[in-house]
C-alpha cells in the first residue's frame, strides 16, 4: 500500500467520522426538539388570549402578551390555593420521608437490619402500583375522619415515597468506606456522632438528589389528590384537572398554571444542581 493510498484511507475515514457526527448532532437536535415542544408550546399559551388559541394556521408566538391568564388562574380557578397546598403537602412529605429513610437505610446498609427479606421487601414496594391502595386508604382514613387534610395527602404519599427514599440512600451509605467510621469510633466518637459528623455530610449528595425526586414525586401526584380531598385541601394537580370542562377548556389559564407548576421543579433543579451531578456519579468510580 503506497503513501498515497494510506492518506486516501484517511481522509476517507476522517469524512466518515464527520458525517456522522452531523447525524448525530441532528438527530439529538430533533429529539430534543420533541421533548421541548410541549414545554414551549405551554409558555406561549400562557400569553395567549383565548381566540388565538383558535387560529388556523396555529400561531407560534402571541400576537400581544396576555398576563391575565395567570391572574385568572391564581384568583378566579383556585391555582393559588392549589399552590399553597401542594406546597406544604410536598414539603412536609420530603421532611419525612428523608428523615425516616436516612436513619432506615443505613440500619439496612451497615448493620443488615432484617436481612435481606427486609431489604427485598422494601424493593418490592416500588414496583407496587400506588392504586392497589387506594381503597383500602379510603376506608380507613374515612374512618379516622381525616379525608380532606393535609394529613392524609402526607401519610399517603409516604406509602410509595418511603420505599423509594430508603432504597436509593441505603445505595449511597453502601459506597462509603467503614474504615471512615472506625477510624471515628477509635477517636472517641459515639457510633451515631460518627454518623452524623462523617458518614452523613459524605452522603449529602445522594440525600439531596433523593428529596429531589421525592419533593417532584409528591408535587406531581395526582391519583390520591383526587380521591382523598375534595374542597378544604386541593393541590395543583387536581385544579389543573378541574380547568378541563365537558363543554369548554380554559387553554390559556390552564397553560398559565401549568407554567407555574413546573417551575418549581425546574428551579430546585438548577439550585440543588451541584448535589445533583454529584449525587448521580457518587460511587461510579472505586479504587
Known amino acids: 500500500m503506497t503513501k498515497e493510498d494510506m492518506l486516501r ?51 407560534f408566538w402571541p400576537k400581544q402578551v396576555d398576563l391575565n391568564n395567570f391572574k385568572r388562574a391564581l384568583f378566579d380557578y383556585g391555582g393559588l390555593k392549589g399552590l399553597i397546598d401542594s406546597l406544604i403537602v410536598a414539603s412536609l412529605n420530603t421532611i419525612i420521608v428523608i428523615g425516616l429513610g436516612v436513619f432506615l437505610a443505613y440500619s439496612m446498609g451497615r448493620y443488615r437490619f432484617g436481612g435481606d427479606s427486609l431489604s427485598f421487601f422494601v424493593l418490592s414496594l416500588l414496583f407496587a402500583p400506588p392504586v392497589i391502595a387506594t381503597i383500602p386508604l379510603f376506608l380507613i382514613f374515612k374512618n379516622l375522619r381525616m379525608l380532606d387534610t393535609y394529613q392524609v395527602l402526607v401519610l399517603s404519599y409516604i406509602l410509595f415515597n418511603l420505599p423509594f427514599a430508603t432504597w436509593i440512600i441505603k445505595g449511597f451509605f453502601e ?29 449529602l449528595p445522594g440525600i439531596a438528589v433523593t428529596a429531589l425526586f421525592v419533593f417532584i414525586f409528591s408535587w406531581n401526584e395526582f391519583l390520591f389528590a383526587l380521591i382523598f380531598t375534595r374542597s ?56
Open 232 to 287: 378544604a385541601v386541593q393541590t395543583l394537580p387536581v385544579t389543573l384537572a378541574g380547568m378541563i370542562g365537558g363543554h369548554m377548556i380554559k387553554w390559556g389559564e390552564l397553560s398559565a398554571l401549568s407554567l407555574i407548576a413546573i417551575t418549581p421543579g425546574i428551579l430546585l433543579a438548577l439550585f440543588f444542581q451541584r448535589y445533583l451531578i454529584r449525587g448521580l456519579t457518587f460511587g461510579a468510580i472505586k479504587g
Open 175 to 203: 459506597d462509603i468506606p467503614r474504615e471512615i467510621e472506625n477510624a471515628a469510633l477509635l477517636d472517641g466518637y459515639s457510633r451515631f456522632m460518627a454518623f452524623w459528623k462523617y458518614v452523613l455530610p459524605l452522603a
Open 9 to 59: 484511507q484517511i481522509k476517507i475515514k476522517e469524512r466518515r467520522r464527520k458525517i456522522l457526527e452531523v447525524i448525530r448532532f441532528i438527530l439529538i437536535f430533533f429529539i430534543l426538539m420533541l421533548f421541548m415542544f410541549p414545554v414551549y408550546w405551554t409558555f406561549i399559551g400562557a400569553f395567549k388570549s383565548m381566540g388565538e388559541f383558535y387560529h388556523y394556521p396555529p400561531l
